[in-house]
């Protein structure tokens, strides 16, 4: 077995350990930690299917991770206090589908627009229908603008309670394997192929009969869907949802896990996410310009390490 | 004999350059037709646009039997036309059999299959190393793509428009670049190629194109001052003035 999958199954052994033991040592804290580390890396292997092995520089992913946390929300909130009948609920099983339908519809429509254009005005426009969506929510007073708006009550599911940390964080470990395994499955079809084949000179795929467009926007509508998925699993994990999660900065965040841990790699994304959590803990104690280093950090990758992290580990071992 | 391709009144300007020039040319099936003629001639222009990635101005392109001027690119494709590039046009970041595959792959039905692994297909993989041996690369075939000299390059462009099995192939100065060996070898497989399939041949080495070409048609300005055998083009006036001479 090469080192990087060696690497994938300590950190898939670990994350899966862990949580557990911090709870018997009592220490709940870790366990919240790896929680929004997990969600974030789900977050970000949707946008590694676009961003890795599409090529496509999507600035605006955090929108459809809000509109998922929103998706959990706004139902829970008419539930609680009347009114949009249509969608009050606190089932889960309504409001996780809703979040991923809205999410994809919602990729559906921008990425139809988007990929119509290409390079650095592929960009802008992923990021200002973000932050369409981002002022789309901070004009509705009712779901508290920019104030945000609290979810009372968590997803209602058969089986697991929501409310208990370790059941929380476990749902969520078990859709990031889940995820992770529909993205690399994706990368390596005949579909992946085509995708990956796009990012790499497109005028060719389309000289050898392929609808390249078609191709971009289905991974464009699944990966949309999957961040949809991240966000409900965010809104039930912070129980709390405001416009600021859909802030361009949060897409860049996104990117910046994506590129640090390694682009078109199955793990880079989780890795990226859990440097980028760890950074944030520890420099958040001591500057609030904890940005800095972070950016600093990135820009050392994309200068001296081409691949990111994985990119790192596979070539100490495997010359790939 | 009826015509695969038929170019009817085409014209493409760039700003002030005509770089197609009212071309009327047939092409008939199963034959192998070069084109000749100076730099900046409008020959890789002519070629984009039959193959749909540029639109040409006025005129008609018809494709066995059927207009294909506003089709897209690659509904063209689907209809078995394939082009190679002047410039080399590979994915740099798969290997040598991944680019061959995906073009097997491209007639192999939609790829709109998201679960098994491409590379355990055995009947695409196994197509494209047949077409990787045709050209005399079947060692090469797990190398990395930007691993392979520029006229290996060349030859995966041909194992390219040979495996998407294209009934027209227009092949764009596929002997750019390759040494006198190199160039033997493409012409002994342009000769093999000969006779099943209609191929446009661009072309600046004259020696290839006399030895291969059944028709030949000048291109100058933009404009084709002539068509004809490769014998009345040899000893055409016009063409010896305007392209044969600058030599
Ligand atoms: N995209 C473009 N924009 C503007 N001008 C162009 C463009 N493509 C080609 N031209 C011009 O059109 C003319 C024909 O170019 P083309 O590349 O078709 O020539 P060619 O016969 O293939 O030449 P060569 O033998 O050098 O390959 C040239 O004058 C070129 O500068
Ligand atoms: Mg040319």
């Known amino acids: ?320 | 004999m009826s015509a695969e391709l038929e170019i009817s009144g085409l014209n493409k300007s760039f700003g002030g350059i005509k770089a197609t020039d009212d071309i009327n040319l047939a092409v008939t099936a199963n034959e192998l037709h070069a084109i000749i003629g100076p730099n900046g001639a409008g020959k890789t222009t002519l070629i984009s646009q039959l193959i749909g990635s540029l639109r040409p101005d006025t005129g008609r392109i018809v494709f066995r039997g059927r207009d294909i001027t506003r089709m897209p690119a690659h509904a063209r494709a689907r209809l078995g036309i394939t082009r190679s590039f002047q410039i080399t046009s590979l994915v740099m970041e798969m290997s040598v059999l991944d680019n061959v595959a995906l073009a097997v792959q491209a007639r192999d039905g939609h790829s709109f299959r998201f679960l098994r692994p491409a590379r355990a297909v055995a009947h695409i993989r196994e197509a494209a190393r047949g077409y990787l041996e045709q050209v005399g690369l079947g060692p090469r075939a797990d190398a990395p793509t930007v691993a392979l000299s520029h006229g290996e390059h060349r030859l995966m462009e041909i194992a390219i428009a040979l495996a998407s099995e294209a009934g027209l192939m227009l092949l764009d100065e596929p002997m750019a670049g390759l040494g006198p060996e190199e160039s033997a070898l493409m012409v002994a497989l342009l000769k093999q190629l000969k006779g099943s399939r209609t191929i446009l041949l661009i072309e600046h080495d004259m020696d290839a194109v006399f030895a291969l070409a059944d028709r030949i048609s000048v291109l100058v300005y933009g404009h084709v001052i002539a068509t004809g055998m490769p014998d009345e083009i040899r000893f055409n006036h016009d063409v010896r003035h305007a392209y044969l001479g600058e030599e």
């Open chain 1, 1 to 320: 077995m090469a080192l990087r999958h060696w690497i994938t199954l300590a950190v898939l052994v670990l994350l899966a350990v862990m949580p557990p033991v911090f709870i018997w040592m009592g220490n709940p804290f870790y366990v919240d930690l790896a929680t929004r580390l997990v969600i974030l890396g789900i977050a970000a292997t949707s946008l590694n299917l676009i961003l890795g092995y599409g090529g496509l520089i999507s600035f605006g992913h955090a929108a459809f991770v809000g509109i998922g946390a929103y998706a959990v929300g706004i139902p829970a909130y008419h539930m609680l206090y009347g009114g949009g009948e249509a969608v009050a609920s606190f089932n889960g099983m309504f409001q996780i589908p809703l979040a991923v339908a809205v999410s994809a519809l919602f990729a559906l429509i921008t990425g139809a627009i988007c990929l119509r254009t290409k390079g650095v005005y592929f960009i802008m426009i992923t990021m200002a229908f973000a932050q369409m969506v981002y002022y789309f929510f901070i004009s509705i007073e009712e779901y508290g603008a920019d104030d945000g708006l609290v979810i009372d009550m968590r997803s209602q599911l058969p089986f697991i309670e929501l409310d208990e940390p370790l059941q929380l964080y476990f749902f969520c470990y078990a859709s990031l394997i889940a995820a992770l395994l529909i993205v690399r499955t994706i990368a390596n079809s005949r579909f992946g192929m085509v995708l990956q084949g796009a990012k790499g000179n497109n005028e060719r795929m389309v000289t050898l009969g392929y609808n390249t467009y078609l191709y971009k926007l289905t991974a464009y509508v699944i990966s949309g869907a999957m961040a949809g998925y991240a966000g409900a699993l965010l809104g039930n994990f912070t129980t709390f949802i405001s416009p600021e999660m859909m802030d361009w900065s949060r897409s860049g965040e996104l990117m910046f896990m994506v590129i640090l841990g390694g682009a078109a790699t199955t793990l880079g994304p989780l890795m990226g996410s859990a440097v980028f959590i760890i950074i944030e803990e520890v420099l958040s104690n001591y500057t609030i310009y904890w940005h800095l280093p972070f950016g600093l950090m990135l820009i050392a990758v994309v200068l001296f390490a081409r691949g990111g992290l994985m990119g790192v580990i596979g070539r100490g071992r495997d010359g790939k």
